[in-house]
Protein backbone atom coordinates (compact mmCIF):
# COMPACT_ATOMS: atom_id res chain seq x y z
CA UNK A 1 0.00 0.00 0.00
CA UNK A 2 1.21 3.32 -0.79
CA UNK A 3 2.42 5.82 1.91
CA UNK A 4 -0.13 8.89 1.99
CA UNK A 5 0.97 11.97 1.21
CA UNK A 6 -1.16 14.53 3.13
CA UNK A 7 -3.12 16.58 0.55
CA UNK A 8 -2.37 19.83 -0.27
CA UNK A 9 -4.49 23.12 1.25
CA UNK A 10 -4.11 26.32 1.36
CA UNK A 11 -1.62 27.59 3.88
CA UNK A 12 -2.64 30.57 6.91
CA UNK A 13 -5.11 33.38 5.73
CA UNK A 14 -5.24 31.99 2.31
CA UNK A 15 -8.14 30.33 0.34
CA UNK A 16 -7.90 26.88 -1.51
CA UNK A 17 -9.32 28.76 -4.60
CA UNK A 18 -5.97 31.43 -4.31
CA UNK A 19 -3.80 28.65 -4.42
CA UNK A 20 -5.86 26.90 -7.12
CA UNK A 21 -5.16 30.25 -8.74
CA UNK A 22 -1.54 29.94 -8.47
CA UNK A 23 -1.25 26.51 -9.94
CA UNK A 24 -3.15 27.32 -12.42
CA UNK A 25 -0.80 30.47 -13.40
CA UNK A 26 2.15 28.34 -13.75
CA UNK A 27 0.47 25.76 -15.66
CA UNK A 28 -0.74 28.57 -18.02
CA UNK A 29 2.82 29.92 -18.49
CA UNK A 30 4.17 26.44 -19.50
CA UNK A 31 1.27 25.79 -21.75
CA UNK A 32 1.29 28.72 -23.33
CA UNK A 33 4.73 28.49 -24.14
CA UNK A 34 4.40 25.90 -26.45
CA UNK A 35 2.46 27.66 -29.05
CA UNK A 36 3.63 31.27 -28.35
CA UNK A 37 6.77 31.08 -29.76
CA UNK A 38 4.79 29.63 -33.20
CA UNK A 39 4.00 32.59 -35.11
CA UNK A 40 7.11 34.58 -33.49
CA UNK A 41 9.96 31.92 -35.63
CA UNK A 42 9.95 34.34 -38.91
CA UNK A 43 11.06 36.94 -37.02
CA UNK A 44 13.59 34.83 -34.42
CA UNK A 45 14.79 33.43 -37.88
CA UNK A 46 15.87 37.18 -39.20
CA UNK A 47 16.98 38.19 -36.09
CA UNK A 48 19.46 35.35 -35.01
CA UNK A 49 20.15 34.16 -38.37
CA UNK A 50 18.83 30.59 -38.06
CA UNK A 51 18.72 28.07 -41.21
CA UNK A 52 15.55 26.95 -41.77
CA UNK A 53 16.84 23.12 -40.58
CA UNK A 54 17.76 24.78 -37.67
CA UNK A 55 14.77 27.18 -37.16
CA UNK A 56 12.58 23.83 -36.37
CA UNK A 57 14.24 23.23 -33.15
CA UNK A 58 13.35 26.54 -31.61
CA UNK A 59 10.59 24.44 -30.73
CA UNK A 60 11.44 20.68 -30.42
CA UNK A 61 14.37 21.64 -27.92
CA UNK A 62 11.59 22.72 -25.88
CA UNK A 63 9.53 19.40 -26.66
CA UNK A 64 11.80 16.70 -25.86
CA UNK A 65 12.86 17.32 -22.53
CA UNK A 66 9.03 18.29 -21.44
CA UNK A 67 7.85 15.01 -22.85
CA UNK A 68 10.98 13.43 -21.29
CA UNK A 69 10.77 14.40 -17.86
CA UNK A 70 7.13 14.75 -16.75
CA UNK A 71 7.39 10.73 -15.53
CA UNK A 72 10.11 11.28 -13.53
CA UNK A 73 9.11 14.67 -12.48
CA UNK A 74 5.68 13.67 -10.97
CA UNK A 75 7.26 10.51 -8.94
CA UNK A 76 9.56 12.84 -7.47
CA UNK A 77 6.91 15.04 -6.56
CA UNK A 78 5.38 11.84 -4.62
CA UNK A 79 8.71 10.65 -3.24
CA UNK A 80 10.33 14.75 -2.27
CA UNK A 81 7.02 16.75 -1.67
CA UNK A 82 4.75 18.01 -4.53
CA UNK A 83 5.28 22.27 -3.55
CA UNK A 84 9.11 21.89 -3.64
CA UNK A 85 9.05 20.42 -7.18
CA UNK A 86 6.56 22.20 -8.42
CA UNK A 87 8.15 25.49 -7.19
CA UNK A 88 11.45 24.31 -8.41
CA UNK A 89 10.21 23.56 -11.77
CA UNK A 90 8.87 27.37 -12.06
CA UNK A 91 11.94 28.89 -10.69
CA UNK A 92 13.94 26.81 -13.51
CA UNK A 93 11.52 27.95 -16.33
CA UNK A 94 11.52 31.51 -15.31
CA UNK A 95 15.25 32.12 -15.32
CA UNK A 96 15.45 29.96 -18.53
CA UNK A 97 12.43 32.23 -19.85
CA UNK A 98 15.23 35.26 -19.01
CA UNK A 99 17.82 33.53 -20.60
CA UNK A 100 15.64 33.49 -23.80
CA UNK A 101 14.88 36.91 -23.99
CA UNK A 102 18.44 38.15 -24.24
CA UNK A 103 19.67 35.53 -26.49
CA UNK A 104 21.93 36.80 -29.09
CA UNK A 105 22.59 33.92 -30.79
CA UNK A 106 21.39 30.37 -31.98
CA UNK A 107 23.38 28.20 -29.59
CA UNK A 108 22.42 30.26 -26.42
CA UNK A 109 18.46 30.50 -27.38
CA UNK A 110 18.21 26.52 -28.11
CA UNK A 111 20.21 25.90 -24.35
CA UNK A 112 17.43 28.13 -23.07
CA UNK A 113 14.64 26.34 -24.46
CA UNK A 114 16.01 23.30 -23.59
CA UNK A 115 15.80 24.52 -19.94
CA UNK A 116 12.50 25.87 -20.23
CA UNK A 117 11.38 22.11 -21.35
CA UNK A 118 12.71 21.15 -18.27
CA UNK A 119 11.55 23.89 -16.14
CA UNK A 120 8.04 22.80 -17.46
CA UNK A 121 8.07 19.56 -16.99
CA UNK A 122 8.58 19.86 -13.39
CA UNK A 123 6.14 22.09 -13.27
CA UNK A 124 3.43 20.64 -14.82
CA UNK A 125 4.01 16.74 -13.58
CA UNK A 126 2.64 17.73 -10.38
CA UNK A 127 0.06 20.27 -10.93
CA UNK A 128 -3.26 17.84 -11.23
CA UNK A 129 -2.26 16.09 -8.37
CA UNK A 130 -1.85 18.75 -6.44
CA UNK A 131 -5.28 20.44 -7.97
CA UNK A 132 -7.09 17.02 -6.91
CA UNK A 133 -5.93 16.86 -3.32
CA UNK A 134 -6.63 20.59 -2.84
CA UNK A 135 -10.03 19.73 -3.72
CA UNK A 136 -11.78 16.27 -1.97
CA UNK A 137 -15.00 16.74 -2.13
CA UNK A 138 -16.31 15.52 -5.78
CA UNK A 139 -18.37 18.65 -6.78
CA UNK A 140 -15.47 20.64 -5.72
CA UNK A 141 -13.11 18.69 -6.99
CA UNK A 142 -15.08 18.70 -10.54
CA UNK A 143 -15.05 22.32 -10.37
CA UNK A 144 -11.30 22.48 -10.26
CA UNK A 145 -10.74 20.21 -12.72
CA UNK A 146 -12.37 21.75 -15.31
CA UNK A 147 -10.39 25.04 -14.09
CA UNK A 148 -7.42 23.27 -14.40
CA UNK A 149 -8.66 21.68 -18.17
CA UNK A 150 -9.70 24.91 -19.71
CA UNK A 151 -6.21 26.50 -18.76
CA UNK A 152 -4.75 23.39 -20.49
CA UNK A 153 -6.64 23.93 -23.31
CA UNK A 154 -6.77 27.62 -23.85
CA UNK A 155 -3.11 27.82 -23.22
CA UNK A 156 -1.96 27.02 -26.72
CA UNK A 157 -4.99 29.26 -28.30
CA UNK A 158 -3.78 32.07 -26.29
CA UNK A 159 -0.28 31.26 -27.26
CA UNK A 160 -1.32 32.22 -30.55
CA UNK A 161 -3.17 34.89 -30.15
CA UNK A 162 -0.24 36.36 -28.03
CA UNK A 163 2.42 35.51 -29.78
CA UNK A 164 1.39 37.61 -32.79
CA UNK A 165 0.51 40.73 -30.73
CA UNK A 166 3.59 40.70 -29.10
CA UNK A 167 5.99 40.09 -31.77
CA UNK A 168 4.46 43.09 -34.12
CA UNK A 169 4.29 45.26 -31.54
CA UNK A 170 7.41 44.94 -29.10
CA UNK A 171 9.36 42.31 -31.04
CA UNK A 172 10.00 38.81 -30.39
CA UNK A 173 12.33 38.74 -26.89
CA UNK A 174 8.81 39.79 -25.07
CA UNK A 175 7.15 36.60 -25.60
CA UNK A 176 9.55 35.39 -23.18
CA UNK A 177 9.95 38.00 -21.18
CA UNK A 178 6.85 38.18 -20.51
CA UNK A 179 7.03 34.99 -18.36
CA UNK A 180 9.82 36.77 -15.81
CA UNK A 181 7.23 38.79 -13.52
CA UNK A 182 4.33 36.33 -13.35
CA UNK A 183 7.13 33.09 -12.29
CA UNK A 184 8.52 35.12 -10.09
CA UNK A 185 4.90 36.34 -8.55
CA UNK A 186 3.80 32.79 -8.41
CA UNK A 187 7.01 31.20 -6.86
CA UNK A 188 6.39 33.60 -3.85
CA UNK A 189 2.32 32.80 -3.75
CA UNK A 190 2.83 29.16 -4.19
CA UNK A 191 5.31 28.94 -1.28
CA UNK A 192 2.36 30.91 0.78
CA UNK A 193 -0.82 29.33 -0.28
CA UNK A 194 0.46 25.78 -0.61
CA UNK A 195 0.71 23.47 2.06
CA UNK A 196 4.69 21.74 2.06
CA UNK A 197 4.37 18.02 2.40
CA UNK A 198 7.19 15.59 3.22
CA UNK A 199 6.17 13.37 0.43
CA UNK A 200 6.90 9.45 0.88
CA UNK A 201 10.66 9.37 -0.07
CA UNK A 202 12.03 8.91 3.71
CA UNK A 203 13.98 5.80 3.61
CA UNK A 204 13.38 4.92 -0.65
CA UNK A 205 15.35 5.03 -3.25
CA UNK A 206 14.78 7.42 -6.00
CA UNK A 207 15.50 4.70 -8.61
CA UNK A 208 18.26 6.21 -10.35
CA UNK A 209 19.06 3.42 -13.14
CA UNK A 210 14.77 3.36 -14.10
CA UNK A 211 14.74 7.34 -14.03
CA UNK A 212 17.45 7.14 -16.92
CA UNK A 213 16.06 4.56 -18.53
CA UNK A 214 12.95 5.98 -18.87
CA UNK A 215 14.08 9.63 -19.44
CA UNK A 216 15.84 8.61 -22.13
CA UNK A 217 13.29 6.62 -23.51
CA UNK A 218 10.70 9.15 -23.46
CA UNK A 219 13.25 11.89 -24.75
CA UNK A 220 14.11 9.56 -27.78
CA UNK A 221 10.75 8.58 -28.23
CA UNK A 222 9.71 12.15 -28.57
CA UNK A 223 12.44 13.38 -30.54
CA UNK A 224 12.03 10.54 -32.93
CA UNK A 225 8.59 11.45 -33.35
CA UNK A 226 9.14 15.35 -34.21
CA UNK A 227 11.67 14.33 -36.46
CA UNK A 228 9.78 11.73 -38.75
CA UNK A 229 7.86 14.60 -40.54
CA UNK A 230 10.96 15.47 -42.11
CA UNK A 231 12.61 12.24 -42.74
CA UNK A 232 9.50 9.81 -43.32
CA UNK A 233 8.05 7.45 -40.74
CA UNK A 234 10.06 3.88 -43.11
CA UNK A 235 12.85 5.92 -43.40
CA UNK A 236 16.11 3.97 -41.82
CA UNK A 237 16.78 6.41 -39.47
CA UNK A 238 13.68 6.93 -37.85
CA UNK A 239 13.08 2.87 -37.51
CA UNK A 240 16.23 2.53 -36.09
CA UNK A 241 15.70 5.53 -33.65
CA UNK A 242 12.50 4.25 -33.13
CA UNK A 243 13.27 0.66 -31.73
CA UNK A 244 16.09 2.02 -29.74
CA UNK A 245 13.51 3.97 -27.48
CA UNK A 246 10.96 0.56 -27.50
CA UNK A 247 14.78 -1.26 -26.12
CA UNK A 248 15.43 1.50 -23.72
CA UNK A 249 11.46 1.36 -22.90
CA UNK A 250 11.58 -2.48 -22.39
CA UNK A 251 14.48 -2.28 -19.46
CA UNK A 252 12.75 -0.06 -17.93
CA UNK A 253 9.62 -2.29 -17.63
CA UNK A 254 12.34 -4.99 -16.55
CA UNK A 255 14.02 -2.78 -14.33
CA UNK A 256 10.40 -2.03 -12.69
CA UNK A 257 9.79 -5.68 -11.84
CA UNK A 258 13.12 -6.06 -10.21
CA UNK A 259 13.07 -2.30 -8.31
CA UNK A 260 13.18 -2.71 -4.19
CA UNK A 261 11.21 0.82 -4.85
CA UNK A 262 10.57 1.50 -8.57
CA UNK A 263 9.89 4.80 -10.04
CA UNK A 264 6.94 3.56 -11.82
CA UNK A 265 5.07 0.74 -9.42
CA UNK A 266 3.85 -2.05 -11.74
CA UNK A 267 0.32 -1.23 -9.91
CA UNK A 268 -0.26 1.49 -11.40
CA UNK A 269 -1.10 -0.09 -14.61
CA UNK A 270 -3.60 -2.78 -12.83
CA UNK A 271 -5.64 0.40 -12.03
CA UNK A 272 -7.96 -0.15 -14.54
CA UNK A 273 -9.50 3.68 -15.04
CA UNK A 274 -5.70 4.79 -15.34
CA UNK A 275 -4.71 2.79 -17.90
CA UNK A 276 -7.83 3.17 -19.99
CA UNK A 277 -7.49 6.87 -19.21
CA UNK A 278 -3.85 7.51 -20.77
CA UNK A 279 -4.97 5.27 -23.78
CA UNK A 280 -8.27 7.30 -24.26
CA UNK A 281 -6.06 10.59 -23.81
CA UNK A 282 -3.11 9.67 -25.76
CA UNK A 283 -5.52 9.35 -28.80
CA UNK A 284 -8.31 12.30 -28.43
CA UNK A 285 -5.08 14.68 -28.04
CA UNK A 286 -3.88 13.24 -31.38
CA UNK A 287 -6.73 13.85 -33.34
CA UNK A 288 -7.78 17.32 -31.45
CA UNK A 289 -4.22 18.51 -31.78
CA UNK A 290 -4.91 18.70 -35.59
CA UNK A 291 -7.03 21.45 -35.02
CA UNK A 292 -4.66 23.77 -33.29
CA UNK A 293 -1.97 23.04 -35.80
CA UNK A 294 -4.04 22.26 -39.43
CA UNK A 295 -6.60 24.92 -39.06
CA UNK A 296 -3.98 27.63 -38.14
CA UNK A 297 -2.19 26.47 -41.89
CA UNK A 298 -5.47 26.48 -43.62
CA UNK A 299 -6.65 30.21 -42.32
CA UNK A 300 -3.33 31.29 -43.33
CA UNK A 301 -2.47 29.66 -46.50
CA UNK A 302 -5.78 29.58 -48.06
CA UNK A 303 -7.74 32.04 -46.59
CA UNK A 304 -5.07 34.28 -46.37
CA UNK A 305 -5.13 35.27 -42.40
CA UNK A 306 -2.37 37.09 -40.70
CA UNK A 307 -1.25 36.19 -37.19
CA UNK A 308 -3.45 38.13 -35.43
CA UNK A 309 -6.06 37.18 -37.31
CA UNK A 310 -5.86 33.47 -36.94
CA UNK A 311 -5.45 34.14 -33.23
CA UNK A 312 -9.21 35.37 -33.45
CA UNK A 313 -10.09 32.60 -35.22
CA UNK A 314 -9.62 29.73 -32.88
CA UNK A 315 -10.63 32.08 -29.94
CA UNK A 316 -14.59 30.81 -30.35
CA UNK A 317 -12.60 27.03 -29.71
CA UNK A 318 -11.61 28.59 -25.91
CA UNK A 319 -14.37 30.25 -25.49
CA UNK A 320 -16.45 27.28 -25.72
CA UNK A 321 -13.96 25.03 -23.61
CA UNK A 322 -14.02 27.59 -20.97
CA UNK A 323 -17.57 27.65 -20.52
CA UNK A 324 -18.42 24.28 -20.82
CA UNK A 325 -14.96 23.04 -18.57
CA UNK A 326 -15.99 25.99 -15.59
CA UNK A 327 -19.72 25.31 -15.73
CA UNK A 328 -21.25 23.02 -17.34
CA UNK A 329 -19.43 20.08 -16.87
CA UNK A 330 -19.08 19.93 -13.24
CA UNK A 331 -22.71 19.44 -13.27
CA UNK A 332 -22.99 17.45 -16.00
CA UNK A 333 -20.84 14.78 -14.23
CA UNK A 334 -22.08 15.10 -10.81
CA UNK A 335 -25.88 14.25 -12.30
CA UNK A 336 -24.57 11.91 -15.23
CA UNK A 337 -21.03 10.44 -14.22
CA UNK A 338 -17.73 10.83 -15.67
CA UNK A 339 -17.80 7.94 -18.35
CA UNK A 340 -21.54 8.91 -19.96
CA UNK A 341 -19.85 12.76 -20.47
CA UNK A 342 -17.00 11.87 -21.72
CA UNK A 343 -18.56 9.34 -24.09
CA UNK A 344 -20.95 12.23 -25.67
CA UNK A 345 -17.78 14.84 -25.62
CA UNK A 346 -16.00 12.40 -27.57
CA UNK A 347 -18.43 12.23 -29.67
CA UNK A 348 -18.77 16.07 -30.55
CA UNK A 349 -15.02 16.01 -31.12
CA UNK A 350 -15.22 13.07 -33.53
CA UNK A 351 -18.32 15.46 -35.37
CA UNK A 352 -16.08 18.20 -35.11
CA UNK A 353 -13.22 17.07 -36.62
CA UNK A 354 -15.35 15.32 -39.83
CA UNK A 355 -16.64 19.08 -40.39
CA UNK A 356 -13.25 20.46 -41.01
CA UNK A 357 -12.30 17.03 -43.22
CA UNK A 358 -14.61 18.82 -45.83
CA UNK A 359 -13.16 22.41 -46.15
CA UNK A 360 -13.43 23.89 -49.62
CA UNK A 361 -10.18 25.35 -51.23
CA UNK A 362 -12.32 28.37 -52.05
CA UNK A 363 -14.01 28.32 -48.37
CA UNK A 364 -14.95 31.18 -45.99
CA UNK A 365 -14.36 31.22 -42.03
CA UNK A 366 -17.95 31.45 -41.01
CA UNK A 367 -19.44 29.15 -43.08
CA UNK A 368 -16.49 26.49 -43.03
CA UNK A 369 -14.31 26.49 -40.36
CA UNK A 370 -16.33 28.54 -37.30
CA UNK A 371 -19.36 25.66 -37.54
CA UNK A 372 -16.79 23.18 -36.63
CA UNK A 373 -15.34 25.07 -33.78
CA UNK A 374 -18.83 24.29 -31.90
CA UNK A 375 -18.48 20.78 -31.41
CA UNK A 376 -14.41 20.97 -31.05
CA UNK A 377 -14.87 23.58 -28.33
CA UNK A 378 -17.95 21.88 -26.41
CA UNK A 379 -16.76 18.40 -26.71
CA UNK A 380 -13.49 19.16 -25.61
CA UNK A 381 -14.75 21.70 -22.71
CA UNK A 382 -16.31 18.47 -21.57
CA UNK A 383 -14.09 15.75 -22.12
CA UNK A 384 -10.61 17.23 -20.27
CA UNK A 385 -12.65 17.50 -17.02
CA UNK A 386 -14.41 14.33 -17.47
CA UNK A 387 -11.23 12.62 -18.47
CA UNK A 388 -8.53 13.97 -15.73
CA UNK A 389 -11.25 12.83 -13.17
CA UNK A 390 -11.13 9.38 -14.08
CA UNK A 391 -7.45 9.43 -14.62
CA UNK A 392 -6.45 10.78 -10.76
CA UNK A 393 -9.52 8.43 -9.52
CA UNK A 394 -7.85 5.29 -9.96
CA UNK A 395 -4.74 6.18 -8.34
CA UNK A 396 -3.89 6.10 -4.61
CA UNK A 397 -3.33 9.45 -2.63
CA UNK A 398 0.30 8.04 -2.49
CA UNK A 399 0.61 7.75 -6.29
CA UNK A 400 -1.16 10.92 -7.12
CA UNK A 401 2.04 12.62 -8.53
CA UNK A 402 2.92 9.64 -10.65
CA UNK A 403 -0.71 9.42 -12.02
CA UNK A 404 -0.53 13.63 -12.98
CA UNK A 405 3.12 12.89 -14.76
CA UNK A 406 1.69 9.96 -16.47
CA UNK A 407 -1.53 11.84 -17.78
CA UNK A 408 0.62 14.87 -19.02
CA UNK A 409 3.18 12.66 -20.19
CA UNK A 410 0.42 10.71 -22.65
CA UNK A 411 -1.21 14.34 -23.66
CA UNK A 412 2.48 15.65 -24.91
CA UNK A 413 3.35 12.03 -26.63
CA UNK A 414 -0.04 12.28 -28.58
CA UNK A 415 0.36 15.76 -29.43
CA UNK A 416 3.74 15.21 -30.66
CA UNK A 417 2.64 11.77 -32.36
CA UNK A 418 -0.35 13.52 -33.74
CA UNK A 419 1.27 16.55 -35.43
CA UNK A 420 3.56 14.38 -36.95
CA UNK A 421 1.07 11.46 -38.48
CA UNK A 422 -1.38 14.31 -39.24
CA UNK A 423 1.31 17.06 -41.04
CA UNK A 424 3.17 14.03 -42.70
CA UNK A 425 -0.48 13.17 -43.97
CA UNK A 426 -1.04 16.22 -45.25
CA UNK A 427 2.26 17.01 -46.47
CA UNK A 428 2.10 13.48 -48.64
CA UNK A 429 -1.58 14.35 -50.12
CA UNK A 430 0.03 18.00 -51.28
CA UNK A 431 2.74 16.83 -52.69
CA UNK A 432 0.74 14.18 -54.53
CA UNK A 433 -1.71 16.56 -55.79
CA UNK A 434 0.53 19.02 -56.72
CA UNK A 435 2.68 16.66 -59.39
CA UNK A 436 -0.59 15.72 -60.51
CA UNK A 437 -0.88 19.58 -61.18
CA UNK A 438 -3.55 20.85 -58.95
CA UNK A 439 -3.39 24.37 -58.16
CA UNK A 440 -1.55 25.21 -54.99
CA UNK A 441 -4.84 25.99 -52.77
CA UNK A 442 -6.45 22.78 -53.97
CA UNK A 443 -3.57 20.99 -53.21
CA UNK A 444 -3.40 21.88 -49.66
CA UNK A 445 -6.64 21.89 -48.98
CA UNK A 446 -6.39 18.13 -49.99
CA UNK A 447 -3.91 17.22 -47.60
CA UNK A 448 -5.88 19.21 -44.68
CA UNK A 449 -9.06 17.46 -45.46
CA UNK A 450 -7.23 14.22 -45.13
CA UNK A 451 -5.38 15.09 -42.11
CA UNK A 452 -8.64 15.98 -40.32
CA UNK A 453 -10.12 12.73 -41.54
CA UNK A 454 -8.14 10.55 -39.99
CA UNK A 455 -7.97 12.99 -37.19
CA UNK A 456 -11.01 11.90 -36.57
CA UNK A 457 -10.71 8.57 -36.78
CA UNK A 458 -8.38 8.95 -33.96
CA UNK A 459 -10.77 10.37 -31.46
CA UNK A 460 -13.43 7.46 -32.52
CA UNK A 461 -10.90 5.27 -31.27
CA UNK A 462 -10.48 7.22 -28.40
CA UNK A 463 -14.15 6.64 -28.14
CA UNK A 464 -13.99 2.49 -28.07
CA UNK A 465 -11.42 2.23 -25.24
CA UNK A 466 -13.53 4.68 -22.95
CA UNK A 467 -16.49 2.98 -23.62
CA UNK A 468 -14.79 -0.88 -22.92
CA UNK A 469 -12.41 0.11 -20.42
CA UNK A 470 -13.28 3.24 -18.55
CA UNK A 471 -15.77 3.17 -15.13
CA UNK A 472 -17.36 5.73 -13.51
CA UNK A 473 -15.77 5.86 -10.23
CA UNK A 474 -17.57 5.30 -7.21
CA UNK A 475 -19.46 7.81 -5.42
CA UNK A 476 -19.23 8.52 -1.71
CA UNK A 477 -22.39 6.68 -0.17
CA UNK A 478 -24.10 8.05 2.46
CA UNK A 479 -23.12 7.47 6.31
CA UNK A 480 -24.22 4.35 7.80
CA UNK A 481 -26.97 4.75 10.19
CA UNK A 482 -26.33 4.27 13.41
CA UNK A 483 -27.50 0.87 15.39
CA UNK A 484 -28.55 0.75 19.48
CA UNK A 485 -25.40 0.86 22.03
CA UNK A 486 -22.75 2.52 19.24
CA UNK A 487 -21.53 5.28 17.93
CA UNK A 488 -23.44 7.23 15.83
CA UNK A 489 -21.59 8.10 12.66
CA UNK A 490 -23.62 10.50 11.49
CA UNK A 491 -23.61 13.10 14.19
CA UNK A 492 -20.39 15.09 14.45
CA UNK A 493 -18.92 17.38 17.46
CA UNK A 494 -20.72 14.85 19.43
CA UNK A 495 -19.15 12.22 21.81
CA UNK A 496 -18.94 8.59 20.56
CA UNK A 497 -20.86 6.14 22.69
CA UNK A 498 -18.85 3.45 24.10
CA UNK A 499 -20.11 -0.25 24.89
CA UNK A 500 -18.76 -1.84 28.64
CA UNK A 501 -15.27 -3.35 27.82
CA UNK A 502 -14.53 -1.83 24.65
CA UNK A 503 -12.38 1.26 23.13
CA UNK A 504 -13.70 4.54 22.05
CA UNK A 505 -13.97 5.00 18.60
CA UNK A 506 -11.97 8.11 17.35
CA UNK A 507 -13.82 9.14 14.21
CA UNK A 508 -13.20 12.10 12.34
CA UNK A 509 -14.83 14.92 13.13
CA UNK A 510 -16.02 13.57 16.22
CA UNK A 511 -14.96 13.85 19.83
CA UNK A 512 -13.68 10.09 21.68
CA UNK A 513 -15.30 9.75 24.56
CA UNK A 514 -13.49 9.34 27.36
CA UNK A 515 -12.42 6.06 29.20
CA UNK A 516 -13.96 5.39 32.52
CA UNK A 517 -11.32 6.80 35.36
CA UNK A 518 -9.67 9.11 32.74
CA UNK A 519 -9.21 12.89 31.77
CA UNK A 520 -11.26 14.24 28.56
CA UNK A 521 -10.15 14.34 24.95
CA UNK A 522 -7.92 17.62 25.80
CA UNK A 523 -7.92 18.31 21.36
CA UNK A 524 -11.20 19.68 19.66
CA UNK A 525 -11.65 17.74 16.69
CA UNK A 526 -11.49 20.96 14.47
CA UNK A 527 -7.84 21.07 15.34
CA UNK A 528 -7.19 17.18 14.29
CA UNK A 529 -9.03 17.95 11.69
CA UNK A 530 -6.91 20.88 10.09
CA UNK A 531 -3.54 19.09 11.06
CA UNK A 532 -4.98 16.00 8.89
CA UNK A 533 -5.92 18.57 6.05
CA UNK A 534 -9.20 17.89 6.16
CA UNK A 535 -12.65 19.76 7.38
CA UNK A 536 -14.80 18.64 10.13
CA UNK A 537 -18.22 17.60 8.18
Given at each position: ??????????????????????L??????????????????????E????????????V?????????????????????????????????????S?????????????????????????????????VV?L??????????????????????T??????GV?????????I??????????????????????????????????????????L????????????????????L?????????L??????Q??A????????????????????????????????????????????????V?????????????G???????????????????????????????A??G???????????????????????????????????????????????????????????????????????????????G??R?????????????????????????????????????????????????????????????????????????????????????????????????
Amino acid sequence: MSAHVPPVRAGAGASRRLALAVLCAGQLMVILDGTIVNVALPSIQESLGFSPSGLGWVVNAYLIPFGGLLLLSGRFGDLFGRRRVFTTGLAVFTAASLLCGVAQSPAVLLVSRFAQGVGGAITSSVTLAMVVTLFTEPRERAGAIGVYSFVQSAGGTLGLLLGGVLTQTVGWHWIFFVNVPIGAVAVFMARRTLRAEEGAGRGKSADALGACLVTAALMLAVYTIVEAAGHGFGSPRTLGLGLAALVLLALFVVRQAKAADPLLPPRMFAFRNVSGALGTHTLMISGMFGFQFLAVLYMQKVLGFDAVQTGFGVVPVSLLIGLMSLFLAPRLIARAGHRTVLLGALVLIAGGLALLGRIPADGAYLTDVFPATVPLGTGFGLAMPALAGLAMSGADPGDSGLASGMFNTMQQVGASLGLAVLSTLAASRTSTALADGTARAEALTEGYQLAFRVGSCFVLGALVVAATVLRNPPRPGPAPAARPGTASAARSGTASAVRPGTAPVDRPGTAPAARPGTAPADRPAAARSTETGTTSP
